[in-house]
């Protein structure tokens, strides 16, 4: 083994690498660059801490590698999900949905719809930042030209758009929490599900609500008309998203059930929108492209597997920070104090002040759940809670709290497609009511 015991000394050089690293994620974001530039001179400084403390470059390495090793199952999740997003696109399956869920919207009931025309798509699609970026976009359109509040209707949106995030069986951060806890996808949504149906029909209340107080007072079916004139949308086109649906059902191993809808799909975009077997390729690799003009030919560009290669990336570098900091020990302190605090106020109040301090140090949702899952993993085991609590607890606070930082792009980057601010957050109901209502139910069931 290769931990050592951190000595109890000055931790001021400790202090001010976790300041540079914080204030380098900052800067990285508001100055729009990647934030893999931050990630990897955080990982030199820690790495050059632990050289200090007398740890040698092959055993960082190898705790690096041992970090990075819980990543690979996720990343293979990562490939698919690239692929299946440009071939959903390219076979006319993303348009389908966005076509006739426009059809679905009701101008008195706007905000409400598009919460709830979010979640359908982010489930489908497994991904925040997809949804937010195909209807999303469209949705956010339909509401600034109906002089609806766009701070409200993103909100809604965003909201809508973690709800797939959190719980599809295609979503990234559900696969890396059932990774790290060593549960299974399945049993942790049901467990999600569980927990979540009081949040969600709150939610449910709040956005008829506000959709009352802001109606759509014009609907612009421009998009519509665009869709219709660019892709066959026949209900052929829907049986990628289908199959999903149906081995989440029956609980087949979604590695086997992506690949299949990624079959469908290319053969649909072939032999239904008159794709070339070589156009798909293509699509699958850099990502779905078009020479058709318009508000929606602008949108539903994307996906691909190089889509995904800063994602997969960011995973990998925030496992290799988890690598480092559970081998060396440098956390030990804040572990000792978290555990401490949760013999008084309890483990679930402490995972939520927890998850809120990794999302907003972290400034990303990856590196937040792997942060927290450190923090708290030992403090489950010592207090008899399995790892499936772990798992939807992770998924009922990091999880929905990373998108509430204002500086963390899970929440940042969503806001920014829908030309939002901060001032979305306190209209996503659903993500502040999912860890309040089961914080308030865990409280019911002690006293």
Same mark, same amino acid.
């Given at each position: ?260 809808? %990624? !079959?469908?799909? #290319?053969?649909?975009?072939? &032999?239904?929108?008159? *794709? +070339?077997?070589?156009? $798909? @390729? ?69 995972? %939520? !002040?927890?998850? #809120?301090?990794?999302?907003? &140090?972290?400034?990303? *949702? +990856?590196?937040?759940? $792997? @942060? ?73 069931? #002690?006293?």
């Amino acid at each position: 083994m290769w931990i050592k015991p951190l000595e109890t000394g000055d931790m001021l050089d400790t202090v001010f690498v976790f300041i540079l690293f914080f204030i380098a994620l900052l800067f990285s974001i508001y100055s729009k660059i990647s934030i893999l530039y931050p990630l990897l001179l955080g990982l030199i400084c820690f790495t050059l801490l632990s050289l200090l403390r007398g740890y040698s470059l092959p055993a960082l390495g190898r705790m690096m590698l041992a970090g990075a090793g819980k990543s690979f199952i996720v990343l293979k999740i990562f490939i698919l999900i690239g692929a299946i997003t440009a071939v959903w696109r390219a076979c006319g399956t993303v348009s389908f949905i966005v076509y006739y869920g426009m059809m679905f919207l009701n101008a008195h009931y706007f905000i409400l719809s598009a919460f709830l025309l979010s979640c359908i798509v982010s489930f489908l699609l497994g991904t925040s930042f997809g949804t937010v970026g195909t209807i999303g976009v469209v949705l956010i359109i339909l509401a600034k030209s109906g002089n609806v509040a766009v701070n409200a209707a993103a909100g809604a949106i965003i909201a809508g758009a973690y709800f797939g995030d959190r719980c599809s069986p295609m979503s990234s951060s559900a696969n890396l929490v059932a990774s790290l806890t060593n549960t299974m996808l399945y049993s942790n949504i049901k467990n999600m599900v569980k927990t979540s149906t009081i949040p969600f029909i709150l939610s449910v209340i709040g956005y008829l609500l506000l959709s009352y107080w802001n109606p759509l007072q014009f609907h612009d079916s421009q998009i519509a008309g665009e869709i219709a004139s660019s892709f066959d949308i026949s209900r052929i086109t829907l049986l990628p998203a289908v199959i999903i649906l149906l081995a989440a059902v029956f609980k087949l191993d979604v590695k086997h059930s992506m690949g299949i809808s %990624i !079959l469908a799909g #290319i053969f649909i975009g072939i &032999f239904v929108q008159h *794709q +070339t077997w070589g156009e $798909m @390729l293509r699509y699958i690799l850099t990502g779905y492209t078009t020479n058709r003009t318009g508000p929606f030919a602008e949108i539903i560009q994307g996906g691909g597997l190089s889509s995904m290669f800063n994602v997969a990336l960011i995973v990998l570098l925030s496992s290799a920070y988890s690598g480092i900091f559970a081998a060396t020990g440098l956390l030990r302190n804040i572990e000792c104090f978290i555990e401490k605090l949760s013999q008084k106020a309890g483990v679930y109040p402490v995972t %939520i !002040l927890t998850s #809120i301090a990794t999302a907003a &140090f972290s400034c990303n *949702q +990856t590196l937040a759940v $792997m @942060l927290s899952h450190q923090f708290e993993n030992t403090i489950y085991e010592k207090h008899g809670l399995s790892n499936y609590q772990l798992a939807v607890d992770l998924e009922n606070t990091v999880i929905v709290i990373s998108a509430l930082i204002p500086w963390n792009i899970a929440g940042a980057v969503p806001a920014s497609a829908l030309s939002a601010d901060a001032g979305f957050i306190p209209y996503a109901f659903y993500l502040f009511l999912i860890p309040l209502v089961n914080l308030f139910i865990k409280n019911i069931k #002690i006293s």
